[in-house]
């Protein structure tokens, strides 16, 4: 039988999937889908930015060459991809694909106005799973959670965070896409091995207790 959480999630993707406010479509000009998660009983959250170009192939978040970082990153946090699909809650700021950067490098960055529709979905799951752990991803989903400060001031440390579903443990990760150079710079690394270091014990304690 379906437990509360269980029912009460997948009432959510059904109106999250039928959703169509910010009219996306339109300036992809392709048929944009919201991109949901499939986890069924999570502890965990993990809030990206925003779907890139291939979830609108896979429809399932991070299925692209960001998201096969993303899941090397969780495996050294002691969870495989699979298990992570199906036990941590895999968010986002925005649910629909954006569009390519202007730049060329990377994609759009959701406007304000697109965050601001989408984040009742957002706030809702917050109040459904009421997570143990939420793991930011990327500046837009960091600066959400634990406010704008540099990232190396961030990542590698724990935060206590109150939002919607009540009290966190949040653990920053830096955006795995290509596009950013974050990891690549002096002594970042090491703040992304402590990070993981601090989710597995985490996930631990979350998942497995």
């Known amino acids: 039988m379906a437990s509360t959480l269980e029912r009460a999630l997948c009432a959510h993707r059904d109106a999250l ?9 339109e300036v992809v000009g392709a048929e944009v889908l919201p991109i949901v998660s499939l986890a069924t009983r999570p502890r965990v959250m993990l809030v990206g930015q925003a779907p890139g170009k291939t979830e609108i192939t896979a429809q399932r978040p991070f299925a692209g060459r960001a998201g096969k970082t993303l899941f090397r990153w969780l495996e050294r946090a002691g969870i495989d991809e699979a298990a992570a699909r199906e036990r941590i809650y895999i968010s986002a700021i925005t649910r629909c694909y954006p569009g390519a950067s202007p730049s060329g490098r990377g994609d759009r960055v959701p406007t304000p106005r697109e965050q601001a529709l989408c984040a009742p979905w957002l706030e809702a799951e917050l109040r459904i799973i009421r997570p143990a752990v939420v793991v ?7 600066t959400r959670f634990v406010g704008a400060r540099p990232l190396d001031e961030l990542i590698g440390v724990e935060h206590v965070i109150r939002h919607e579903g009540g009290e966190s443990i949040a653990i ?22 402590r990070a993981l270091a601090r989710l597995q014990f985490r996930l631990e304690e979350s998942l497995y207790s």
């Open 17 to 25: 999937s039928a959703c169509r406010a910010c009219g996306i479509a």
């Open 136 to 142: 930011p991803v990327g500046r837009l989903a960091i």
């Open 172 to 193: 920053p990760l830096p955006h795995p896409s290509g596009a950013s150079s974050w990891i690549h710079e002096p002594g970042h690394a090491a703040l992304l091995d």
